[in-house]
């Protein structure tokens, strides 16, 4: 059986998400499923988010968004990915040459910028009730959290510690991360026109400033070496 009979079988497309590259990387034609799939999802919510509408969208027939997103569920995740993906990878590439006694307030300033951009957020949270009642698309999501978390530990420098992904101290602190952007997402959703972002960032900021050495000092001691910190070094690479 050839790769693309194996992914057929799967529900999977020739597209691994998260993508591994910048969106605008992708070939053409996944380019413009994904645009008329963020059109769809804008102007006429989920539901409208079929392959055949989608298809007629960007011009290109269904075996096309099959072939490259594998069914729906998978196109829906590549669409959630879409919407942040390259700001995260840009925000772990500036983190690279950040030193670390500055890690926490550019990582803080970055998460800011993506959040102020609230609108591009609400296709995701259209979705997420039907994650919650379709079983593979709740999967994938599940999937693409955990690529989330990573970077999370990335832009605080945490992400090339030695059995990140094992380290319950280190994976929850991606968690925590990640819940406090989608907390604040909602917030700013309802209340688009009132609600302070940079009041709530500042706050989080000096929780993680007065907690990251405690953070890495217990960390350092799941990995058995509780006399010597955990190496952030002066930033981090994508997962």
């Avoid at 593979?136 to 693409?144: A, S």
């Amino acid at each position: 059986m050839d790769e693309r009979s194996k992914r057929a079988g799967t529900g999977k497309g020739r597209l691994d998400v998260p993508f591994e590259s910048p969106i605008s990387s992708l070939p053409k034609t996944a380019q413009k499923i994904l645009a008329a799939a963020r059109r769809l999802l804008r102007d006429r919510g989920y539901e409208a988010m079929t392959l055949e509408n989608v298809a007629a969208e960007a011009g290109v027939n269904k075996a096309s968004i099959r072939y490259n997103f594998g069914n729906k569920a998978g196109l829906v995740i590549a669409v959630l990915d879409a919407y942040i993906h390259d700001e995260c990878l840009r925000l772990v590439a500036t983190m690279k040459d950040v030193p670390r006694e500055r890690i926490v307030e550019s990582a803080v300033a970055g998460m800011r910028n993506m959040l102020v951009e609230a609108d591009n957020f609400s296709g995701y949270f259209d979705i997420l009730p039907y994650a919650f009642r379709e079983p593979e698309l709740r999967e994938r999501m599940v999937g693409l959290y955990r690529w989330w978390y990573l970077q999370n530990l990335a832009w605080l420098g945490l992400r090339d510690v030695p059995g990140v992904e094992e380290n319950e101290t280190l994976v929850g602190l991606g968690e925590l991360v990640c819940a406090v952007i989608d907390g604040l997402c909602i917030q700013a959703g309802l209340q688009p026109d009132e609600f302070d972002m940079g009041r709530a960032m500042r706050v989080f900021g000096l929780l993680l400033e007065q907690s990251m050495d405690k953070i890495r000092a217990v960390a350092a001691e799941e990995l058995g070496s509780s006399t010597t910190p955990v190496d952030t070094g002066s930033g981090a690479s994508p997962a």
